[in-house]
């Protein structure tokens, strides 16, 4: 079983939709998660971070962390098509999730 | 720019040469990670990197990959003898504190085996 495990899609949504991304894991002592954005032939690009259970928000963004289920979930309020990206999360000492294609429609 | 450099960012070897990757990280930082990407899958850590020393390799193949922080100049990740399984976009990061800090990506290195 990986460590880190993400739903790879292929996601569509349309524009103003709220999408909501994700990811699960295994060992219980991670406390910090990660997500990241990668556009196509670029880097990944640093999104949000969360230290511990419950929400933070970033403008449209929200990351969750559940760890009675060990859940990971970014919600994406009001998606724009520039949203369109792979996302990619990851726990504290870097192990990612395969990442999941999100396209949003104009 | 004063984001992770890596070069070259496209790289064309046949089975057998040897590939060289640069990584220069942000200024300021001393810790730099190598992972590896393969079409529709996930980042794979490979090693990481403080000046002059490993502080973990486990994620890298025990032969033909070896991977360097120089007191002066960029990181290296050196593959001999490629083969056609080598071929992957193979990203930089660095950090500026200990262990596994948030990290801040190059674009990549895109290595093909002919």
């Known amino acids: 079983q990986k460590e880190v495990e993400q739903d790879p899609g292929p996601l569509s949504v349309p524009e103003g939709a709220i999408v909501s991304l994700n990811c699960t894991y295994s060992n219980s002592a991670f406390q910090y998660f990660m997500w990241y954005r990668q556009y196509s032939r670029k880097g990944p690009e640093l999104l949000m971070y969360t230290y511990s259970s419950g929400n933070k928000e970033d403008g449209r963004f929200t990351a969750q962390v559940d760890k009675s289920s060990k859940y990971i979930s970014l919600f994406i309020r009001d998606s724009q098509p520039s949203d369109s990206a792979t996302y990619l999360c990851?726990?504290?000492?870097?192990?990612f999730g395969a990442g999941t294609r999100l396209t949003v429609k104009p | 720019n004063a984001g992770v450099m890596q070069n070259p960012r496209h790289l064309v070897r046949r089975r057998g040469q040897e590939a060289r990757l640069r990584c220069s990280p942000m200024k300021g930082h001393s810790h730099v990670y190598w992972y590896r990407q393969l079409p529709e899958e996930g980042l794979k850590f490979m090693v990481y990197l403080q000046k002059e020393n490993i502080i973990d390799e486990s994620g890298m193949p025990k032969e033909r990959f070896s991977a360097e922080f120089p007191k002066e100049g960029p990181s290296i990740l050196r593959i001999q003898q490629v083969v056609r399984g080598d071929s992957a976009a193979y990203f930089c990061?660095?950090?500026?504190?200990?262990?596994?800090?948030?990290?801040?990506f190059g674009d990549g290195t895109r290595l093909s085996i002919l």
């Open positions: 990851a726990s504290y000492d870097m192990r």
């Open positions: 990061a660095s950090s500026i504190g200990q262990g596994h800090q948030p990290q801040h």
